[in-house]
């Protein structure tokens, strides 16, 4: 039962445009969203987060956006760097603060 | 920040060796740290929340006398794989709980790469 979905599993995004990641949930338990970024063989680096009390949050390049209705969250990147080439993780928060990851989106961000 | 140290960073050993993984908060007390498994190009799957003086809670599907975690104190927990099997092999990677509750819940660890030959 995959309660974080990221139906995306690659991305490929010239240099300078937007990059949208997408992720999508199950459980309305979920009170807290965040992005990590992942290199092979390193644990995952936090990028940004959203309450469920809100709807955007921007930090930089990146921004994210709630839809709570649609059980939707996505991850704007802009403009989209090559230093960006990862894969990225939604993950969801519920009680305990444990964590929910996504299957993940690789992203290749060309020059 | 919050950094949290992993050791070892790779392991390689023959079939049948129990493994320790440390996991440290190295400025931060952490009462409750986080023990994940990742398979190759798969999610991140949460095995067992530790808690600082009291037993792990172990994730539906994951074998507590296989996968034996130990919190003694508020700045370290162990994950011992023991008698290890290929099937072990994996990315292992803790986090601990972040004490002021700030953007990030949990502060990752640098994972560990076991490989069970």
């Known amino acids: 039962d995959q309660q974080v979905k990221q139906n995306s599993p690659s991305l490929s995004v010239q240099e300078g445009r937007i990059s949208i990641l997408n992720c999508d949930y199950t459980?309305?338990?979920?009170?807290?969203f965040l992005w990590y970024k992942k290199y092979p063989a390193e644990g995952p680096t936090f990028l940004i987060s959203?309450?469920?009390?809100?709807d955007k949050n921007e930090d930089g390049r990146f921004t994210v956006f709630l839809n709570k209705s649609a059980k939707h969250l996505s991850l704007h990147i802009v403009p989209s760097q090559p230093g960006d080439s990862a894969v990225y993780f939604c993950?969801?928060?519920?009680?305990?603060?444990?964590?929910?990851f996504g299957t993940g989106t690789r992203l290749a961000v060309r020059p | 920040g919050a950094v949290v140290s992993q050791h070892p960073s790779r392991v390689i050993c023959k079939s049948g060796t129990s493994v320790k993984i440390e996991c440290r908060s190295l400025?931060?007390?952490?009462?409750?740290m986080f023990w994940y498994r990742q398979f190759p190009k798969k999610s991140l799957m949460l095995m067992a929340t530790?808690?600082?003086?009291?037993?792990?809670?172990?994730e539906q599907g994951v074998e507590k006398d296989k996968f034996l975690i130990n919190h003694a104190s508020l700045t370290l927990s162990t994950l011992t794989v023991t008698s290890a099997h290929p099937e072990d092999s994996s990315f292992y990677i803790c986090?601990?709980?972040?004490?002021?509750?700030?953007?990030?819940?949990?502060?990752f660890g640098d994972g560990t790469r076991l490989s069970i030959l």
């Open positions: 993950a969801a928060k519920s009680s305990g603060d444990k964590l929910t």
């Open positions: 459980n309305s338990m979920f009170d807290y």
């Open positions: 400025d931060f007390q952490a009462t409750t």
């Open positions: 986090s601990a709980r972040d004490p002021v509750g700030g953007a990030q819940p949990q502060h």
């Open positions: 959203i309450s469920s009390i809100k």
């Open positions: 530790s808690n600082e003086g009291s037993k792990a809670t172990y």
